[in-house]
């Protein structure tokens, strides 16, 4: 193919591309709707520690004992 033959073909899929703006629309709306409810699942975990505190302290206190104290956490 010469130069002329490449640009032509070029020239003429360009002008068949559809209404692009209408076709990407879905893309941006599936990204919405998942992010959505990844932030739904990410705000139900919200104060899950302070749920339980009764059951936190009492098993502190049962267990007290248990922990080692070597200085470095572990």
């Known amino acids: ?11 003429e899929e360009t002008e ?3 209404n692009v703006p209408l076709e990407t629309f879905w893309y941006g709306l ?15 975990y919200r104060n899950v520690a302070n749920r339980h505190s009764a059951k936190a302290e009492a098993y502190a206190k049962a267990h007290a ?7 470095h956490g572990h």
């Open 30 to 44: 599936v990204a919405i709707i998942s992010f959505g409810l990844l932030a739904l699942v990410t705000l139900s």
């Open 16 to 18: 068949h591309h559809g």
């Open 1 to 11: 193919m010469t130069l002329a033959t490449l640009i032509a073909f070029a020239a």
């Open 65 to 71: 004992n248990d922990i080692q104290q070597s200085g």
